[in-house]
């Protein structure tokens, strides 16, 4: 018994275009294909509303010895006083705005060019393709051809700033075991979400495809820069968790900032370990 | 254990064609390919499919079966639940010649406009040596078996047809890193930078990495990661990196 396919149409196009197999249908896979893009675009949709938030707050980013990841370094004058912290007043008082926005945009641009968001949200919001061998809606293509998406190429510079901000973050972990009088020897929970957001956003930033590159990936002859090599095997094994590192990443800056935010806002208190 | 399936299969030529059901008994151990020739042998001798070797290393039986390119001889019907449909139906990037064979010539085109490897100049045949950590990335992307069910899944030619005289597709945009990355290859003693060639002549900027590619592969081969990936890093080094551009004219550039 035949079922619903006819011959293409000559306006038909991709799957449906002449020549092909004349099925209608624009796929037929039977599985939950939907099910990863749509977590993928909720997830990352749920993430930049939060950190939009956030970002414009210019409120209850700081409760000594903690800052919210998002407001590190603090670059304007209109910055809280940080106690020996990142807060260098680079920007004057001309700065009118939160001060996040100031450097926000340097992980925001590292992980729009990653080659893992690329994919999660080419995916997920633009649905080139939603899924594999599923049919995309767009008649036209031209992919990272041409403007705006050839610049996605910059992603190597943006992991080149990611470091230094990363070095910062690792500066406020440390200045995390002084209390809030500045006496070292102290340790609370706020401490250990600090310590384990920064562990992964180095794992994320290292694991980068344009890192693993920079490192070794370039060369042609392994044999002849042995350290490079050993290096590249390392980033390479990083790398090969790149997405799970983006997303525990991504999910540790929302918590790391959300409970400096609860701690400064006063909800709760940090508690202690030493 | 036996138990009858249900399979839709497309049967029909250039001129059209229609999904077509069929009751048909399956084995425990069985494979579609399986099923496929037990189709031609009692329901549909005139079936027309392209296989040969039914061990997953010859490339041939690429097919569609339920909406995923993969080879048939490798997909066993155990991953189907046994009142499940299972639709069969030939690569929808290619052109269809009859019933599951397509005209896959599109990719032999392509294969044709990649550059062959360059021998050093001053090193005979058969006195080629490598060390194997200089060629073990490039061994990786030999591991292809060419059934071609990453170019069929790739959405830049799959959905727009218009594309394919440019893009090269992620099979032989692999073959050019495979090339880029050989210790040996003298290409850029003769001018061509493959990697900018790439960019330029094989359309690697209409790859926009969602990884399909890397998820079809029945030889599992990380084309994104470990070709398409690094081409592009590569082609970035000539073509949009300042500094690495500089760095090349102040120092020959080894490695």
């Known amino acids: 018994m035949a079922t619903g396919t006819t011959p293409t149409t000559p306006a038909a196009r991709g799957v449906l275009a002449p020549g092909r197999a004349a099925i209608s249908a624009p796929h037929l896979r039977t599985d939950r294909w939907w099910l990863s893009p749509l977590v993928t675009a909720t997830a990352l949709t749920i993430f930049i509303i939060y950190a939009t938030w956030r970002a414009f707050a210019n409120g209850d980013y700081y409760s000594a010895p903690y800052v919210s990841p ?10 809280t006083d940080m106690n020996g912290g990142a807060d260098w007043h680079l920007f004057g008082a001309w700065w009118g705005l939160s001060p996040a926005l100031l450097v926000l945009v340097f992980p925001l641009g590292f ?26 809606p767009h008649a036209k293509y031209t992919g990272e051809t041409r403007l705006p998406l050839i610049l996605q190429n910059v992603h190597r ?19 995390a075991f002084r209390d809030e009088h500045g006496a070292w020897g102290h340790a609370g929970l706020g401490t250990l979400v600090m310590l384990v957001n920064i562990a992964l956003i180095w794992a994320y930033t290292l694991s980068c495809h344009s890192c693993r590159h920079i490192i070794g990936g370039k060369l042609r002859h392994f044999s002849a820069h042995p350290v490079r090599y050993r290096l590249w095997g390392w980033v390479g094994a990083l790398n090969g968790r790149h997405m799970l590192l983006a997303w525990s990443s991504l999910i ?23 | 254990m036996t138990h009858t399936a ?5 049967r029909g030529d250039t001129d059209g064609g229609d999904l077509r059901d069929y009751e048909v008994e399956v084995n425990d151990g069985e494979v579609v390919l399986d099923i496929i020739h037990r189709l031609q042998a009692t329901q549909a001798a005139d079936l027309a499919v392209r296989w040969n070797c039914k061990a997953g290393k010859c490339g041939s039986c690429s097919a569609e079966v339920n909406g995923r390119p993969r080879l048939m001889c490798m997909t066993r019907m155990s991953v189907f639940a046994p009142d499940e449909t299972v639709t069969v139906t030939p690569l929808r990037a290619f052109p269809v010649i009859r019933d599951l064979v397509t005209d896959v010539s599109f990719n032999y085109d392509k294969a044709r406009q990649v550059p062959a490897f360059v021998p050093p100049k001053g090193v005979p045949a058969g006195e080629y040596r490598m060390q194997q950590v200089d060629v073990e990335r490039s061994q990786e992307f030999r591991k292809c078996i060419e059934c071609f069910l990453c170019q069929d899944t790739c959405h830049v030619v799959r959905d727009h047809e218009e594309n394919k005289a440019a893009f090269a597709g992620p099979r032989f945009l692999m073959r050019i890193a495979e090339l880029d990355m050989h210790p040996l290859d003298a290409a850029a003693d003769q001018g061509l930078v493959r990697a900018a060639s790439a960019q330029e002549d094989h359309g690697l900027g209409y790859c926009n990495i969602t990884k399909c590619c890397s998820e079809v592969c029945p030889e599992h081969i990380k084309i994104t990661d470990n070709a398409l990936i690094p081409l592009k890093e590569r082609a970035i080094d000539r073509k949009y990196d300042p500094l690495v551009w500089l760095g090349s004219k102040i120092r020959r550039r080894q490695g």
């Open chain 1, 157 to 175: 510079y943006f992991f080149y700033l990611a470091l230094p901000v990363a070095g910062i973050l690792t500066y406020d972990v440390v200045l």
């Open chain 2, 6 to 10: 249900h399979f839709k299969v497309w």
């Open chain 1, 111 to 136: 992980r729009l060019t990653c080659y893992y968001y690329r994919k999660a949200y080419y995916r997920g919001f633009w649905a080139s393709p939603p899924a594999c061998a599923v049919a995309e």
């Open chain 1, 252 to 274: 540790s800056v929302g918590v790391a900032d959300l409970y400096v935010y609860l701690v400064a806002s006063g909800v709760f208190d940090d508690p202690r370990f030493f």
């Open chain 1, 70 to 79: 998002l407001y590190s370094p603090c670059l304007a004058s209109n910055c």
